[in-house]
């Protein structure tokens, strides 16, 4: 019980810190630094909804899920070989999101993964996409947590195969389950 109070106590201090995230110390901003990233908007995901649903994927899919997803290098190679970073992204969800949002269109994988906003960034933009394309799948005004629950299975098991009935693992609902209990807002 202490551990579960003490983990929600950090997820908590994760978001208020993130909350005001701009940089990461150490990162090579000599490519980023001229990209205007402070103020991209998204018509499905705004910025407010991506703190929150970071750090749902983040404890669904990082290697660290109690560690803020800066902690985890985009070049992080998940156990499956396909899945980067703290979220998992892969190079097919990126190239979704470089078809359909022209500020990706000259940025190649290897600068994603070679800097933390870009990664970050690509990552909202995927969630925006499929958030656009799964509106019918929320009633109007669904809450944060209503979307985190659509989302992260898309996520796991991408659009095609969610709209063809399939569904993750268990295990998978159970971690969402206690982020929401931790995460509640």
Request: proline share 5%.
């Amino acid at each position: 019980m202490e551990t579960i109070k003490l983990s929600k106590i950090f997820l908590i201090i994760t978001f208020l810190i993130t909350i005001s995230f701009t940089s990461i110390a150490g990162e090579n901003t000599s490519f980023t630094s001229t990209i205007p990233l402070i103020n991209f908007e998204f018509k499905y995901c705004s910025s407010n909804l991506w703190k929150y649903l970071r750090l749902g994927l983040n404890y669904l899919e990082s290697p660290n899920p109690l560690k803020p997803p800066e902690e985890t290098s985009p070049k992080y190679l998940h156990p499956d070989k396909c899945g980067f970073g703290a979220y998992g992204f892969t190079p097919e969800a990126y190239e979704d999101v470089q078809r359909l949002y022209p500020f990706f269109r000259n940025i190649c994988w290897q600068q994603i993964l070679e800097s933390s906003q870009l990664y970050e960034l690509a990552n909202q933009a995927y969630a925006d996409w499929l958030l656009g394309q799964l509106k019918f799948y929320l009633k109007e005004g669904a809450s944060w947590q209503e979307i985190f629950d659509l989302l992260h299975q898309v996520w796991n098991v991408g659009l095609s195969g969610f709209k063809n009935g399939k569904i993750p693992v268990s295990s998978r609902f159970k971690r969402a389950e206690e982020f929401k209990k931790m995460f509640y807002l």
